[in-house]
């Protein structure tokens, strides 16, 4: 079938009339991306997508990703053109409250809606990740007699895009991994949201992506044909690289008094709407949508469910030929989790003493043989993080069914290509780098947070006990810093069997990513309490290290490496003392209030904890008249356990707090 240009025409206009309207009523939004994309977007979804409206999550679909997010208009328009469940209702509702039309596009909110997108660089990083993940699903689940996994993922980007680092790290990989199924279309309008491109750029964009190791093609974004050419182009090439469409474009196209202006990028535009609405033919009734274009998307979904109903043909003769690939296939799309996954990893010897990375490393093997379909990526720092998925081999472009992904020193480029991969859905995401380096991804992680996505963040070097790369290299803020961050589990392990507990809790949890954050020097194994306990106390958030003989007089708080130091100091302060490890205060937080209090007794305000980081986050448990032993300052080149003592994180300074909390209870009373 060739292309329909005349009705695919007015279907653009209609929907540039769409966007016109609902950036009018909501008196906010932005009308560039919509109004000049607008005929790439006809030809999209009108043509050349493979999806299906009444299944958005269909495991072969062409995935479209719209980095530039604040043009979700665009989105909007096309999804409620081509029949997604996203009525006119919701589109009058742009930008309001609890509508499925959010400001910028939010992953689970609306159908068809891949990734959370907005900040820019974002969609241009999960879109990798997504490529990488129908990679590796064609590689683990396609056979030579069925095809299930052959797809395209298509990213529209926009200059803010691809002036923004992340994207840089992001497509230099994409480049290395040859991601021949993954396709830019460059919305080179040359303009972002202050001035004139040229204020702010003068590379020459093609030449650098064709430096990365893209097929680089340059058209009119405006010429339909000419873009479905190029897309075909794209599409059918077999050199093994991704491509990238460079596609000039006039940004506000529509809207004469903005059009090609910096002005065009956000509502600036909003009060010409009535004029530009009558001079693209559109008429007086807002909201409008001809029915002539209704039936065209209406007759091109019918082409769409066929072309679906002979995959799922082939899909069912995969799936009786193939029983473990499909058991394996249906229990990563519902992110099944072993129920006795902990009990696969053997106790540790009770002479151990390693550093929670290297029992990490250990944990994470009987994992991966659990669940077939956990990844492990690393920020060059295998040999340092250990997180290396033993017998998984690498995902390379010549083996795409590699476990382990090497992302080079590209921590931001890292945390969105796991995004991507977790959006794709078939897979569990886990990647690592040192602690001190979650600012270099701290924008990628927190929309991983707001998404929902069950990534895994395995990072190590969680304190100044680092040592002697001294403090660039020594967290003091950092796990705090997550800890505040909404949706993110944050669990830092006191010694090897919590650490076993702390993974398992990881791979629980599948509404929200995890943080594991992991000691470089060695630890000694807490025999003193019981292994279940320390195992399963994790999954809890908190439990009772050490109980209190008789009448409880002092509660010492700890987590991580100066667990430990607790416990000494209650050793020396007497009978009535108890130790709670706090290992992860999100888990702990979200249990019952019973359980909560049977672990920190309202009875019992006499209470100090003990960090090495800074202590300000303490003081919802210890109470506005308890103690934090803890950090004000940064850490210091030397010895690990040199600086602990040095800025006094150890059982001393423990004993002291809580004196001197019993003291002044004592001449109160």
Known sequence: MSLNVEILSRAANEARGLCMDAVQASQSGHLGLPLGCAEMGAVLFGYALKYNPDQPRWINRDIFVLSGGHGSMFLYAWLHMSGYDLPMSEI??????????PGHPEFGDTPGVECTTGPLGQGVGNSVGISVATKMAAARFNTDEHKIFDQHVICLCSDGDMQEGVASEACALA?????????????????????????????????????????VQEIDGHDMQQFL????????????????????????KGVPEVAGTYKAHGEAGAKFVDAARKALGLPEEHYFVSQDVYDYFAEHKKKLIADYDRWEKTYDEWRQKNPGLAKMLDDGIE???????????????????????????????????????????SADLYGSTMNYIKEGGDFTRDTPGGRNIRFGIREHGMCAILNGISYHGLFRASGATFTVFTDYCRASIRLGALAKLPNLYIFTHDSIGVGEDGP???????????????????????????TAGAFVAAMQRTDGPTFLALTRQTVPILNEIDVKLRREGVLRGAYIAKREKGKLDLIIMSC????????????????????????????????????????????????????AGVTEIWYQYVGLDGKVVGLHEFGLSAPGAEVMKERGIDAEHVIEAAKSLLANSQNSG
């Not at 053997?346 to 029992?359: G, H, S």
């Not at 660039?472 to 919590?498: F, Y």
């Not at 205060?585 to 019973?594: A, D, G, I, M």
């Not at 009875?603 to 100090?608: I, P, T």
């Open 472 to 498: 660039t290299h020594q967290p003091v803020e950092t796990v705090s810093s997550v800890r505040l961050m909404p949706n993110i589990d944050v669990i830092r392990p006191a010694d090897p069997e919590e």
């Open 229 to 252: 050419d190029a897309l075909n182009v794209a599409k059918t090439r077999d050199n093994g690289k991704p491509q990238f469409i460079i596609a000039h474009t006039l940004i506000g």
């Open 335 to 377: 992110r099944e989790v072993p129920a006795d996954l902990l009990s696969k990893i053997p106790e540790f010897p009770k002479d151990a003493k390693l550093a929670t990375r290297k029992a990490g490393g250990e944990v994470l093997q009987p994992i991966a043989q659990a669940m077939p379909l956990l990844m492990s990526g």
């Open 560 to 611: 991580g490496s100066e667990l430990q130091h607790a416990l000494a100091a209650a050793k020396e302060l007497g009978d009535g003392v108890r130790v709670v490890s706090m290992p992860c205060f999100e888990r702990f937080n979200r249990e019952s209030r019973e359980y909560r209090e049977e672990i920190l007794p309202n009875s019992c305000r006499r209470r100090v904890a003990i960090e």
């Open 92 to 101: 009058k509702r742009f930008r309001q409250l609890h509508s499925k039309t």
């Open 175 to 215: 480049g290395h991994w040859g991601l021949d199924n993954l396709i830019f279309i460059y919305d080179s309008n040359a303009v972002t949201l202050d001035a004139a491109a040229k204020e702010t750029q003068s590379e020459d964009t093609g030449k650098r992506m064709e430096a990365y190791g893209f097929d």
